[in-house]
Every structure is written in C-alpha cells, then in structure tokens.
C-alpha cells in the first residue's frame, strides 16, 4: 500500500514563527503536492512539485515556500507564521503517469495563535 | 480560469435514502475525472472517470462522467451512516496531472 506520511498530526506554533510541515511518500511517485482545507473553501492547491528540486505555484503560493531535495521528501514552510495561515494542511502525491489516482496523507492541523 | 463546482454542498438524508452529488467543471487540459471521500482525515480515492458515458460501479456507489456537458454525478443507493463524509470532485490537468477539488459536499446521514 502507499503510504504517504505527515510528520505532525496536530501543530500550535506563534504568530512570526517559522514551520515546516513534512511530508514523506514511500512509493518513488514523481509528483507531490501541498493542499491546505478550509470550511466553505475545499482544498486549494499551494505548491506542486514533479521532480526533486523542481516546484511549481499552484492557487495560493503567498506566504508560502517548499523544499523537495529528495524525491521522497517534500516540505512545506511558512516563513512567519500568521493566524490566517490556520488550516487543515494535506500532502498527497501521484506517480506523474496519465490517469492516476493522489494519494493522501493524514493532514496536519495547524493552528497559529 | 479553473473551476470545480459541487452541488449541493450539504444534504441531510435518512438512512436507506439515495443521493446524487453533482460535480461540474471547467479545466483547462481536462485529463480525467477523480472522487473522493472525506472522513474525518485524509480522503480516499473511488473513482477516476476518463471516458463519457462509462459507469463506474463499486457497490452501492457509481459515477458517471459527461465530457461534453463537463460534469459528473456520484450516485450512492440505499445510504448507511457509514456514507456520512465530504465527497470531494478533482479533475486532473494534463501535463502536471495536478488536481484541481471542488468545494466537497458534506453528506449526513441520519439513522
């Protein structure tokens, strides 16, 4: 089964700090990617990635940066932390293949006070 | 511009009802079709539609995809409480094979 693995499941952290949110796949799949989940919003696309150190925006980048410098390993930092960055944060990945399904991690929830 | 809209967003049924969930969308590059459901964590995957007109049957759920009206209905007959979640709707972009989700509809079923 794949398994992709998210480093906290619950995380309280204060405004101006830094986070990393990790993320770690087990199954070589090319393509990874961070979704934050908010009520009445769905999942928004943050950052994609297809390959080690490549990165691409997705819908809401601002605030935002990632790092994949191993293809298991994607990560996702906030540079300061601010409460509007309070969200349910998914990773999921895929094998970058025509008409394959995402995988999911647990999510992480982040609050920021 | 991109867009996935999922209707209803909430639907309150009794157990043995069935429901419809409506996806339609705009993509640029449209791949393919996915469902998920949404429990309390991660979603899980159902279905990837990439073809009109094809069924696809897991039980007592079924999805079908419309490539020239651009939209998907997610069918789930004789509901149990155990159906309760987010459905969520992603078409895939070609190229990327990123996923671009709708809102979710959140379904409840009630005993």
């Known amino acids: 089964d794949v398994k992709v693995t998210q480093s906290s499941r619950y995380l309280v952290k204060r405004t101006g700090e830094k986070v990393f949110l990790e993320c770690v796949q087990d199954?070589?799949?090319?393509?990874m990617f961070w979704y934050r989940q908010d009520p009445g919003l769905g999942l928004r696309l943050i950052y994609f990635s297809y390959d080690v150190k490549m990165k691409e925006k997705g819908d809401i980048p601002e605030g935002y940066s990632v790092s994949r410098e191993k293809k298991e390993r994607f990560s996702l930092i906030l540079e300061s932390a601010s409460t509007n960055q309070t969200s349910m944060y998914l990773c999921a990945s895929s094998t970058g293949a025509v008409n394959t399904e995402a995988f999911f991690g647990q999510g992480t929830r982040l609050t920021v006070v | 511009e991109d867009k996935v809209v999922q209707s209803p967003l909430s639907l309150v049924v009794h157990e043995g009802d069935t429901v419809t969930l409506n996806c339609s969308y705009e993509v640029t590059n449209f791949r393919s079709l996915l469902w998920y459901k949404q429990e309390k964590k991660a979603p899980t995957f159902l279905f990837m539609l990439?073809?009109?007109?094809i069924e696809k049957k897991s039980g007592r759920l079924s999805s079908i995809l419309d490539k020239k009206e651009l939209f998907s209905i997610l069918n789930i007959t004789a509901t149990q409480t155990g159906d309760s979640a987010i459905y969520l709707c992603a078409p895939t972009q070609g190229g990327s094979e990123k996923l671009v989700f709708g809102k979710g509809t959140k379904l409840t079923v009630n005993p």
């Open positions: 990439t073809s009109s007109g």
């Open positions: 199954m070589d799949h090319e393509n």
